[in-house]
């Protein structure tokens, strides 16, 4: 059965779709509403609601704008458009809701649709199980700016997440943002001119693969935060990635944690656990090309399920050039001072920077918990002692870190 919600409706009739080029419908299977260019807030809103579990919303080319977010709770629904450069919906005009589109229902997948210049977050997807987002844009065309929504696609509290061959340009959080979630697969996307572009945090078991993350401030984040129901995240693996020149200026609101990534940042762990990043191409940063960081010089967390301190962490495989003399930021004035501690200038930051904090409580780590560095070519290292304690100097030597940890395994959705 097909249904389509058109311009020039009278109220919100259905009325029956014809076949043709113009049916937005035409070749799915199953119930399916199709919306036209012209369609309204109100229309599509209706569409969000009166669909059945299992069917498709289908909009067609052109650009749809709204006054207020759209939510759906459905089970089961898929959302396409005719591709992610035919069909835009614009939130430029909204004026209330937290975010353009927020999806709770579960077995979700949307598709071949650009989803343009929301105030807040553009694809909220809440406590599902089930999400497969593929060939969607997510975009704010006036460029990097601090006024933009600070998510792109953003996953939170949801398992089996797969987000695949989308562009997100222009989050002044995260372009692609999986939080708190389980049994992730990131891969094949663009993530550009966003503060970061793809960042897991507090979650277990993700993938990021085959990803280009270009020209924000930092490529791919791995994080852990206090404070969130899921305490540690852990499994991740970064492989098979291109992250390169980072070196958008960091436009994150006064506040946000990722205010703190400094412009030209590569790749960052912070307080992550069962870490694995291999075979990338990491490249071209003004601060640095990998970054690990306890939560210590960040603050006093009191969570007490918090582990603050990065373990087991595998780096290998990886080729990595292009660092400057001129990091920016809190890490660059650190990378400058513990550089000051053991050599003179100029001060060639090193592709590879630790903040050198271990837990007192676990020195030294067990085999099982260490910081593994090995086989990246001549990639260059530096431990910071950051803050710097008492009796310790910042050194290159990364011969301790001369070791292996098992492979992580693949996600399995």
């Avoid at 369609?39 to 669909?51: L, R, S």
């Amino acid at each position: 059965m097909r249904f389509a919600y058109g311009f020039g409706l009278l109220s919100i009739g259905l009325v029956v779709a014809g076949c043709g080029e113009d049916d937005p419908c035409e070749g799915v299977s199953g119930e399916c509403i199709g919306l036209t260019e012209g369609a309204g807030t109100t229309e599509v809103q209706t569409a969000f609601i009166e669909i059945a579990s299992g069917g498709t919303i289908a909009f067609g080319e052109g650009t749809f704008s709204f006054t207020t977010d759209l939510s759906l709770d459905v089970d089961g629904v898929t959302i396409q458009g005719a591709g992610m450069d035919a069909t835009t919906l614009s939130f430029e005009k909204q004026t209330t809701g937290a975010q353009g589109i927020l999806v709770t229902g579960n077995d979700f997948a949307i598709h071949d649709i650009g989803l343009e210049d929301s105030p807040g977050d553009a694809l909220k997807i809440l406590g599902t199980t089930g999400v497969h987002i593929y060939k969607t844009r997510v975009e704010w065309t006036n460029g990097p700016d601090e006024n933009n929504g600070a998510y792109g696609l953003y996953p939170v509290q949801c398992e089996n997440v797969l987000i695949e061959d989308s562009v997100v340009k222009g989050a002044s959080d995260a372009g692609i943002y999986v939080g708190q979630s389980h049994n992730i697969i990131v891969r094949k996307n663009r993530a550009e001119l966003n503060v970061a572009g793809i960042e897991i945090e507090n979650s277990t078991n993700a993938d990021v693969t085959e990803n280009i993350a270009t020209t924000n401030t930092g490529g791919i984040l791995v994080f852990n935060l206090p404070g969130l129901d899921v305490a540690n995240g852990s499994g991740t693996r970064v492989y098979n990635n291109q992250v390169f020149e980072n070196n958008t200026e960091n436009f994150a609101p006064v506040g946000n944690i990722v205010g703190m990534v400094p412009t030209g940042t590569g790749v960052v762990i912070l307080a992550a656990h069962n870490v694995e990043i291999f075979d990338n191409d990491i490249r071209d940063h003004k601060a640095v090309n990998l970054g690990m960081i306890s939560y210590v010089p960040i603050g006093t967390p009191t969570d007490p399920e918090y582990d603050q301190y990065p373990t087991a962490i595998h780096i290998h495989g990886n080729t990595m050039s292009g660092t400057s003399d001129e990091p920016t930021g809190m890490l660059g004035a650190a990378l400058i001072t513990g550089l000051g501690e053991i050599s003179g200038p100029p001060y060639i930051v090193p592709d590879i920077a630790w903040d050198g904090v271990l837990d007192p409580a676990r020195v030294p780590l067990a085999d099982t918990d260490r910081i593994c560095i090995h086989d990246n070519g001549d990639a260059d290292f530096l431990s910071l002692a950051w803050p710097l304690l008492e009796g310790e100097l910042p050194t290159r030597d990364m011969s301790g870190m001369a070791c292996t940890l098992p492979a992580l395994a693949p996600v399995s959705l």
